[in-house]
């Protein structure tokens, strides 16, 4: 048994999607989360200035006493998930691999879409993750850099016609290509998850790169019988680098459940 907390981060509330998942599947775990809200979003950022901010994220988690630290983030995971790996002496979970294993066993035509950040799209992690599992799948992926802010301020429901627009104008490409599964390969996205669902049809299985991280860290503390005592109340730290001003109703909406604890404020550029 191990009680030490889990580290999770995100250029801003995104990442809360991942602490959902890790306290249904984990309800007994400790979490502190840190979202870079001053900085967000990353998807815009160069890979140089990414990987400074990752490696500030990640000194700040550390100077807790952690036991796996989730980059909650698909930018970071796809542009620097391997400098933080070798700088680090504890797992360190990033969204690709597992969403990429997902897609690769839920496709039946082959034909797998794929939404994130410019900057995640541009590296090609996702595609070379897939194909190593099914090489001879056809991945189709698109940037949608409007959907972090909108998400951020909240446009997320059915109904909207700003998202809905967005929507539309994003994916049209890839419902006319016939993709049976996409990746929502940022962990803001799920928040979409009816918008997109309802534009894309039934027929389109959606892959939560949230959730399917959280199933990958759950394996590993089972595995390395890390996992916290069964009945233990895990406690949660929310931590940012901007105001907390509003972050009690928005995580409330991430989390689907209210938020009581405190909220800090981190100078996040001391690290």
């Given amino acids: 048994m191990d009680h030490r907390p889990i580290g999770v981060f995100d250029s ?19 979490i502190i989360y840190f979202g870079d809200t001053g900085r967000v979003p990353y998807g815009s950022r160069s890979r140089e ?11 700040f988690l550390r100077s807790f006493d952690l036991k796996a630290v989730v980059i909650a983030c698909g930018t970071v995971s796809t542009t620097a998930i391997d400098v933080l790996r070798s700088e680090q002496d504890i797992p360190v979970f990033g969204v690709v691999e597992p969403s990429a294993r997902r897609a690769a066993e839920l496709t039946r035509n082959g034909k797998i879409g794929l939404i994130a950040t410019r900057a995640s799209i541009s590296t090609g992690a996702y595609e070379r993750a897939i194909h190593a599992l099914n090489p001879g799948a056809e991945i189709f ?12 301020n909240g446009r997320t429901q059915p109904g ?7 929507v539309k104008d994003y994916l049209a490409p890839l419902k006319a290509a016939g993709v049976d599964v996409l990746v929502l390969g940022c962990t803001h996205y799920p928040l979409l998850r009816e918008v997109i669902g309802a ?17 990958a860290v759950g394996r590993w503390l089972s595995d390395h019988d890390a996992v916290a005592e069964n009945g233990h109340s895990g406690l949660h730290r929310w931590c940012v680098s901007d105001s907390q001003q509003g972050f009690r109703e ?7 459940r209210p938020v009581t604890e405190p909220v800090e404020l981190v ?4 690290y």
């Fill in 160 to 166: 909207d016609v700003v998202i809905e627009t967005v």
């Fill in 12 to 30: 801003g509330l995104g990442g809360l999607t991942a602490v959902r998942e890790l306290e249904k599947q984990m309800p007994q775990e400790s």
């Fill in 49 to 59: 200035i990414i990987t400074r901010y990752a490696r500030q994220d990640v000194a």
């Fill in 250 to 256: 928005l995580a409330s909406r991430f989390l689907g």
């Fill in 267 to 270: 100078d996040i550029e001391q």
């Fill in 141 to 152: 992926p698109i940037a949608c850099p409007l959907f972090v802010p909108l998400v951020e």
């Fill in 199 to 215: 534009f894309m049809g039934q027929s389109v299985a959606l892959v939560d790169s949230g959730a399917e991280v959280a199933h």
